[in-house]
């Protein structure tokens, strides 16, 4: 990237400024007829002058002044004009003002618009430009760059560019053509005093840049301290747990204090030195005057001068300051930016020669490997020059299943790394299919061979979304090859040859070995068995929403019916006591008080709902405030009694669910207020609404105070039956409870079980929850239950997973590919060794072409070799040679 | 069988009661039991079932209201009934106290409702009401010199 900002800028918007340019230069006229046109209103039609004893004048004839040979007079009169009146002289021209002011008002907007888009659009170019930089750092510089100093130096330190593209050939030329134009006129006036003035500009010229060099030094420094703020910042989020368990927040604290501090220090020095420049600046501006009135005034005094001139000199040197000072202002708002710029430029230039640009998609259907693979001679060695790889040399088909072993520091990783080009090689050359590694397109290598890591690494998603991100590689063609999905002045980014469009299927269903969506699906499946993730992946489907979209009727009746089928599989084991269903007629005593009025599930808030006044009169309806009133005084009552004399954080607070330990002293100091007698009608509103509250979340089974009868039970179920009523039939917050009917509102397991697991009862959820999964397999809902875990969102960096469950996405990820050849490093090392033994055998099963898949190979580094016993050849490496290479021991 | 929604309510009362009658818990006074019994979940578990399992991690105790358990110790391949369990009786308390796996298999030999009292729950007991901790001391103290005058009564008739 070009290091001079502006042979940046200039390259890259040539006809953009050289059309503002051209844009301004038409404005101008009309600017200037502006500027003289209320001399003429006042000086013509208002004051009389021309008008006197009712003569007209002629306004707006055009005459175009010629050479004498073509006209008697000099000029070609193109138009007579109008002959006109005072009065209507006066609105004509009145009118031509406010027409001009409408023309320049639009000059001005289309102008500020047009340098507004263009800066933004750069802005973004160069952002653009700079993350493909990062998209093509050889793996060295990879290593030097801390993430969120990378985000912030594309966000925000390069943001002021902008800003300043659009002004940064324009200002200065127009500043400066002013400046020169008022110049020009004081010389024509006096040579002295125009002497003078150049004088007086040419020491602000010299004196403020020079002192805007430690303003310079100081901005560099603020960017940097700013960007490794930034930097730091990311590290600690990504540091937490080392951070937490060794309880070193507070150094955490204070190395961030320092830092801010540091930038505060540097920023308030740069203010100080600012403004000192900008008022020395100011007072060098109003020298000059000062010496017009003194020398030149004397000069005046004593006859040398001629007051006319000095006047009008005075008068022009009054139009100078405006444009001096912007042309001051461009120019710091250049240097600030020059500064950024700079700055970042360099910490995206790469020591390493960068990795391809982004290349044009290669001709389909896209070549297999296949052949040998051939290790000749490699020698790789880390940052300290440590050889991991020393002269390593070996031979295997494509299609060989082969481990890697380390006797002692063997290197097995780095031969997969290498492999998977991740790693680079000093000496030596690996060979696929007789062609070097490094020959073969990227798009072939990286496509045909899947890499799975010991740390894999997840970006927030869904299940679906990371199971696929290995097969994003080009858009799919438009549908019509003629429609732009995006408006043609959003279009502000291309790359040659290549299709950005974000917004098509990215999927290459090809390369996965399916023919579309469908196919796919079952791939997905087949993959999650391999690895062992399909219970997982049922067991967060049970907990989601079936999909309003692409689930159908019949899904939900199948819901329905499994309800059906749950309840009589516990009623036939005898163990209909786990889970009171939701009866409309009764009143679910498993469930809180609110949870059975409201009986349904909530879409929004429901939270909100409970404090909201809509509540509060419903129950006054209802006449059940004064008894849940009267119930949560009780409950209150005991738990204050109960603990009292406990302090407030001792934990045996957290073994209740009714009272949050930090409102214990408000539900203290009410009771006190209200003492013994008080009753609903006399307490206050924000008493009643306290109690309320309290016993709206109220459990029997659970809380075991005795607080609910028969007779108050059934009102419940009254005022339940009365709020559906209230609410009718258009309620789309809330779903209700029908034993009859889907609630899309609530999960798979909750659609099934449609009632509450009971509390106290032993090990009831477990039992529940392995009733349902048999239901779910038997009337063959699995499949159901796993797409829906496919919309699982996996967390950020994937930390709602466990690093089991990565290390296993990670390897369904690679399998889905369908590669041709399958590179694994360490990759399920963090399974008990009983579930690792299995999946690698699955994989292996699968390599060898177990389905009606093809055969692919696998070079696999493991941590020993106990699990090597399966593969066809066993490699050992120690201190980055090969010592050994047999087959397995079967 | 019952169905849910229809078995007795229980109160916190009736569960003071009960932990009156627990010999550990005679010397605590209302409050105290109030506390527990409101801090502590009540389960119950079917008959043939099991409580917990020796060698298991263990956090919690129970304290027996109905029904009766068995008490299995494993020798070898086989495993001993130690000890039979009922109402009022206090189990699983040496997990807690002593941060060990579980010392035994306790079963259940009918319906068994139970009081459940967790680790942090009995030692902040402990911690506060200094009487329960010396009631338990006493206890086991008792349990263990059973024990050895058994092991003694063993030891003679084998000889």
Redesign the interface.
């Known amino acids: 990237m070009e290091r001079n900002l502006f042979v940046y800028i200039w390259r890259r918007t040539r006809r953009e400024q050289i059309w503002i340019l051209i844009i301004i230069l038409l404005s101008m006229p009309a600017n200037f007829a502006l500027l003289d046109l209320p001399k003429s209103i006042v000086n013509g039609p208002i004051q009389g002058r021309g008008f006197e004893n009712g003569a007209t004048q002629r306004l707006f004839s055009i005459n175009l002044p010629v050479p004498g040979f073509l006209s008697d007079s000099g000029s070609l009169n193109l138009f007579r004009g109008l002959e006109l009146h005072r009065v209507p002289a006066l609105f004509l021209l009145s009118g031509t003002f406010l027409a001009l002011v409408i023309i320049n008002g639009m000059f001005k907007y289309y102008i500020n618009t047009y340098k507004g888009r263009l800066g933004e659009r750069m802005l973004q170019v160069l952002r653009f430009e700079l993350f493909d930089r990062i998209l093509r750092f050889p793996p060295a510089d990879l290593h030097r760059v801390k993430p969120a100093e990378i985000a912030t130096m594309i966000k925000d330190e390069v943001e002021p560019l902008g800003g300043f593209i659009g002004d940064a050939f324009v200002q200065p030329f127009f500043l400066g053509g002013q400046i020169v134009t008022s110049l020009a006129f004081i010389f024509i006036q006096n040579v002295w005093l125009g002497c003078v003035t150049i004088m007086l500009l040419a020491v602000q010229g010299l004196v403020i840049p020079r002192l805007r060099r430690r303003q310079l030094e100081l901005s560099r420094q603020r960017q940097v301290s700013a960007r490794a703020l930034a930097g730091r910042i990311g590290e600690v989020i990504e540091d937490m747990s080392s951070i937490r368990s060794n309880d070193t927040a507070n150094f955490q604290r204070a190395d961030i204090v320092n830092r801010l501090t540091h930038v505060f220090s540097i920023r308030f020095a740069l203010y100080q030195w600012k403004f000192f420049v900008k008022f020395l600046n100011n007072l060098l501006a109003q020298l000059t005057p000062f010496f017009f009135y003194a020398i030149g005034g004397y000069f005046a005094t004593i006859g040398r001068l001629d007051i006319g001139q000095l006047v009008a000199v005075i008068s022009a040197y009054k139009e100078l300051p405006s444009p001096v000072k912007e042309l001051i202002d461009w120019d710091q708002q250049r240097l600030d930016v020059e500064v950024k710029y700079h700055q970042v430029i360099d910490q995206f230039s790469a020591e390493g020669t960068l990795l391809p640009a982004a290349a044009p998609e290669p001709q389909r259907p896209l070549p297999r490997l296949n052949g040998d693979i051939v290790f000749d001679a490699v020698t790789v060695s880390d940052l300290s020059h440590e050889k991991l790889l020393d002269g390593l040399s070996f031979v295997m088909m494509l299609t060989d299943i082969v481990a890697l072993v380390n006797a002692d520091r063997g290197g097995a990783e780095v031969v997969t790394e290498a492999i998977a080009g991740l790693a680079e090689i000093d000496s030596g050359q690996i060979n696929i299919g007789g062609r070097n590694l490094n020959d073969w397109p990227v798009s072939v290598t990286a496509r045909r061979i899947s890499y799975a890591g010991p740390e894999p690494f997840f970006p927030q998603s869904t299940l679906l979304d990371a199971l696929v991100s290995g097969l994003k590689f080009a858009a799919s063609p438009p549908p019509d090859p003629n429609a732009r999905a995006v408006p043609k002045h959003l279009q502000i980014i291309e790359v040659e040859g290549v299709d950005l469009d974000f917004n098509r299927d990215w999927i290459d269903y090809d390369v996965a070995g399916s023919n579309g969506p469908g196919e796919l699906y079952e791939r997905i499946k087949a993959a999650l068995l391999i690895v062992d993730l399909d219970n997982d992946a049922v067991s967060w489907g049970l907990d989601r929403q079936l999909d309003p979209r692409s689930d159908s009727e019949t899904l939900q009746e199948r819901l329905v019916a499994a309800r059906g089928a749950f309840r009589n599989r516990l009623k036939e084991a005898g163990l209909t006591h786990l889970v009171e269903p939701f009866d409309p007629d009764k009143y679910c005593h498993q469930a809180n008080i609110f949870e059975n009025i409201l009986f349904g599930t909530t879409r929004g808030n429901a939270a909100k709902l409970i404090e909201g006044s809509q509540l509060q009169k419903f129950l006054a309806k209802q006449r059940l405030d004064a008894d849940l009133f009267r119930i949560g005084r009780e409950i209150a009552a005991t738990v204050v009694e109960v603990f009292s004399g406990i302090t407030a954080d001792n934990r045996l607070f957290a073994q209740q669910a009714l009272m949050p330990a930090e409102e214990f002293a408000e539900y203290d100091q009410a009771l006190k207020r209200l003492g013994p007698k008080t009753s609903f009608e006399q307490a206050n509103r924000a008493d009643r609404l306290r109690f309320v509250r309290l016993a709206l979340n109220y459990i029997e089974p659970r809380d075991r105070l005795g607080l609910l009868d028969g007779e108050l039970e059934r009102r419940l179920v009254e005022a339940r039956k009365a709020l559906r009523e209230q609410l009718g039939a258009g309620e789309t917050d809330i779903v209700f409870y029908d034993p009859q009917t889907y609630n899309p509102a609530a999960s798979i397991q909750e659609n099934i079980l449609l009632g509450r697991v009971a509390f106290g009862v032993a090990s009831a959820s477990d039992r529940v929850n392995g009733f349902v999964r048999t239901i779910v397999d038997d009337l063959g809902l699995r499949d159901v239950a796993l797409k829906a875990g496919l919309s699982f969102d996996i967390g950020p960096a994937g930390k709602r997973l466990s690093r089991v469950q990565r290390q296993k996405l990670s390897m369904a990820r690679a399998l889905l590919r369908r590669p041709d050849l399958l590179v694994a490093n360490g990759a399920l090392s963090a399974l008990d060794a009983l579930s690792q033994g299995q999946v690698v055998e699955r994989v292996l099963a699968r390599a060898r072409g177990a389905s009606s898949d093809q055969r692919f190979g696998v070079v696999w580094a493991m941590a020993s070799a106990q699990f090597a016993e399966n593969f066809d050849r066993v490699l050992v490496l120690d201190h980055g040679k090969l010592v050994e290479n047999a087959q397995a021991a079967k | 069988?019952?169905?849910?929604?229809e078995?007795i309510?229980?109160?916190?009362?009736q569960?003071v009661e009960v932990l009156r009658r627990v010999p550990l818990f005679a010397p605590i006074d209302t409050?105290r039991l109030?506390?527990l019994a409101?801090?502590?979940?009540?389960?119950?578990?079917e008959a043939d079932?099991v409580?917990f399992e020796q060698n298991e991690a263990g956090d919690t105790a129970y304290v027996l209201i109905d029904g009766s358990a068995d008490v299995f110790v494993k020798a070898g391949p086989r495993e001993v009934k130690v000890a039979t369990v009922g109402r009022y009786d206090f189990i699983g308390e040496i997990a807690i106290l002593c941060d060990v796996p579980r010392t035994a298999t306790v079963r259940t030999t009918s319906r068994v409702e139970a009081l459940v009292i967790?680790k942090?729950?009995l030692l902040?007991l402990l911690r506060?009401f200094p009487d329960i901790a010396i009631a338990m001391i006493r206890e086991l103290a008792l349990r263990l010199n059973q024990t050895n005058q058994k092991l003694a009564a063993l030891a003679q008739r084998q000889n």
């Open positions: 069988m019952m169905e849910c929604g078995s309510v229980s109160l916190l009362k569960d409050a109030k506390l409101f801090t502590s979940q009540r389960l119950s578990f079932q409580l967790q942090d729950q902040e506060n």
